[in-house]
């Protein structure tokens, strides 16, 4: 079992950029990792995915302008967001799945990204 907490969050304008930080409790190297982004009135969606060796993926809509990264000796897991849109205002959530299942099991308490002029 692991514990995440985020942390990063914040106001920023519009083409600007924040770098999330997500904080594991133990060792992240047999989890997958992961970014989602719930918005008010959506569905939590998922934002980028990064595997224990290092295998990013995002969805189309933050490709080009968000990086995912992980630090596997720190418990770590980054995302850097650039060109910010208002479009990318919500919670942001740390989330990890253990190699080999399908469900993401644990879950930060998430952090709030706001892009507003």
């Known amino acids: 079992q692991v514990q995440l907490v985020e942390s990063g969050g914040g106001l920023v304008q519009p083409g600007g950029s924040l770098r999330l930080s997500c904080k594991a409790s133990?060792?992240?190297?047999?989890?997958?990792m992961a970014w989602y982004r719930q918005a008010p009135g959506n569905h939590r969606e998922l934002v980028a995915s990064?595997?224990?060796?290092?295998?990013?993926n995002y969805a189309d809509s933050v490709k080009g302008r968000f990086t995912i990264s992980r630090d596997n000796a720190k418990n770590t897991v980054d995302l850097q967001m650039n060109s910010l849109t208002p479009e990318d205002t919500a919670v942001y959530y740390c989330?990890?799945?253990?190699?080999?299942?399908?469900?993401?099991?644990?879950w930060g308490q998430g952090t709030q990204v706001t892009v507003s002029s």
């Open positions: 989330t990890a799945r253990p190699i080999g299942t399908t469900y993401y099991n644990y």
């Open positions: 990064i595997t224990n060796l290092g295998s990013p």
């Open positions: 133990g060792s992240i190297f047999i989890y997958t």
